[in-house]
């Protein structure tokens, strides 16, 4: 579920209302379905007898959880893993360009699993027709997430939808490999993209060699030739999707369904288990007294943990005028107080 809280914001408003016209466009296994389109609705804010207006769209519940995840609690792909998923990647990319539209917010965050291990592309918020501002099929807006932007996405500068879409593609696949980004931002004082820049793309695998500490043929050079184009300094020189498709790292062996789905439901479970460990870790972290009054009050422990990080961030501890005496004021009066303060 995608929520728009300001009602009021004419460009949030007409994102998220795009978002669902495309979703009602868009039919394709390796994309998420939708299941409401924008509509407008009510929702209990904080304090929680507050009710607020807001604008929401719903899709399909992708119960395996996102891509980032088994990346990040459960290590980085093999290679055949990786290109197993790929494969799924690129068939939905594929379909987004052949049906004229670009992603334009491509990452990992954006990928998703079925409990099928299916990949699933998610929010299109920036996504756009491919044919442009004016017919010709370039955008000048500033549109993604900086880390995985092209370099000729700058703002007052135009670029080619499709190719931006290629070169974030290059990235995720990168951190499926090797469980972290390949450089910071693609700009010319990058530490790693640098090279691709100056076209030595052998000076920076080198130096992501030497700074990660990896053994030699620590990836294929099949695998290295298939990044270095997609993530060329020149947009004209990366490669299309058939290209992609058609290389020989891609066209080497994945494992069958079955074995996927083995690995990950044991990745899965260690997800899990990482995930309970942090919220618990996360609950002993909060302060007693609001830890307390959020549960008496039904309070879900995200909406606790925002008010104690806001707290927490302007005071370093809990001012003593939210207990009298060493004795526990009631809940509401407790929160009551505390808004008050931190709002002041």
């Given at each position: 579920?995608?929520?728009?809280?300001?009602?009021?914001?004419?460009?949030?408003d007409?994102?998220?209302?795009?978002?669902?016209?495309?979703?009602?466009a868009f039919?394709?296994?390796?994309?998420?379905?939708?299941?409401?389109?924008?509509?407008?609705g009510?929702?209990?804010?904080f304090?929680?007898?507050?009710?607020?207006?807001?604008?929401?769209?719903?899709?399909?519940?992708?119960?395996g959880?996102?891509?980032?995840?088994?990346?990040?609690?459960?290590?980085?792909?093999?290679e055949?893993?990786?290109?197993?998923?790929?494969?799924?990647f690129?068939?939905?990319?594929?379909?987004?360009?052949t049906?004229?539209?670009?992603?334009?917010?491509?990452?990992?965050?954006?990928l998703?699993?079925d409990?099928?291990?299916?990949?699933?592309?998610?929010?299109?918020?920036?996504t756009a027709?491919?044919?442009?501002?004016?017919?010709?099929?370039?955008?000048?807006?500033?549109?993604?997430?900086?880390?995985?932007?092209?370099?000729?996405?700058?703002?007052?500068q135009?670029?080619?939808?499709?190719?931006?879409?290629?070169?974030?593609?290059?990235?995720?696949?990168?951190?499926?490999?090797?469980?972290?980004?390949?450089?910071?931002?693609a700009?010319?004082?990058?530490?790693?993209y640098?090279?691709?820049?100056?076209?030595?793309?052998?000076?920076?695998w080198?130096v992501?060699?030497?700074?990660?500490?990896?053994?030699?043929?620590?990836?294929?050079?099949?695998?290295?030739?298939?990044?270095?184009?997609?993530?060329?300094?020149?947009?004209?020189?990366?490669?299309?999707i058939?290209?992609?498709?058609?290389?020989?790292?891609?066209?080497?062996p994945?494992?069958?369904?079955?074995?996927?789905?083995?690995?990950?439901?044991?990745?899965?479970?260690?997800l899990?288990?990482?995930?309970?460990k942090?919220?618990?870790e996360?609950k002993?972290?909060n302060?007693?007294?609001?830890?307390?009054?959020?549960?008496?009050?039904?309070?879900?422990?995200?909406?606790?943990?925002?008010?104690?990080n806001k707290i927490?961030k302007?005071?370093?501890k809990?001012?003593?005028?939210?207990?009298?005496?060493?004795?526990?004021?009631?809940p509401?009066?407790?929160?009551?107080n505390?808004?008050?303060?931190?709002t002041?």
């Amino acid at each position: 579920m995608k929520i728009q809280n300001n009602l009021f914001d004419q460009i949030e408003d007409a994102q998220i209302q795009n978002e669902s016209n495309l979703y009602l466009a868009f039919n394709h296994e390796n994309i998420t379905q939708l299941i409401k389109p924008a509509s407008q609705g009510m929702l209990h804010g904080f304090p929680p007898n507050e009710l607020i207006n807001v604008r929401y769209i719903v899709s399909e519940y992708i119960n395996g959880g996102e891509l980032f995840d088994y990346i990040a609690y459960t290590g980085k792909f093999s290679e055949q893993v990786a290109r197993y998923f790929f494969n799924q990647f690129m068939n939905g990319l594929s379909y987004l360009h052949t049906a004229c539209y670009v992603h334009r917010d491509i990452k990992v965050e954006n990928l998703m699993l079925d409990s099928n291990c299916i990949l699933k592309f998610i929010d299109f918020g920036f996504t756009a027709r491919s044919q442009g501002d004016n017919n010709d099929g370039l955008f000048s807006d500033f549109k993604g997430t900086e880390s995985y932007l092209a370099p000729e996405v700058r703002p007052g500068q135009q670029y080619d939808g499709i190719k931006v879409d290629i070169f974030a593609a290059g990235i995720v696949l990168f951190i499926m490999l090797l469980g972290h980004p390949p450089f910071y931002k693609a700009n010319a004082q990058d530490p790693f993209y640098r090279y691709f820049r100056k076209n030595r793309p052998e000076d920076f695998w080198s130096v992501i060699q030497h700074n990660y500490s990896y053994n030699q043929g620590f990836v294929s050079d099949e695998f290295k030739q298939l990044f270095n184009k997609m993530v060329d300094f020149k947009p004209a020189n990366r490669p299309n999707i058939q290209m992609i498709m058609q290389s020989s790292w891609l066209k080497g062996p994945i494992p069958k369904d079955d074995e996927i789905k083995d690995e990950f439901k044991i990745r899965l479970k260690k997800l899990e288990e990482k995930r309970i460990k942090e919220e618990e870790e996360q609950k002993q972290k909060n302060h007693p007294i609001i830890h307390d009054a959020g549960n008496n009050l039904g309070i879900g422990d995200i909406q606790i943990q925002e008010l104690d990080n806001k707290i927490m961030k302007k005071f370093k501890k809990i001012p003593g005028k939210f207990t009298y005496k060493g004795l526990k004021m009631d809940p509401k009066l407790i929160l009551s107080n505390i808004i008050n303060y931190v709002t002041q």
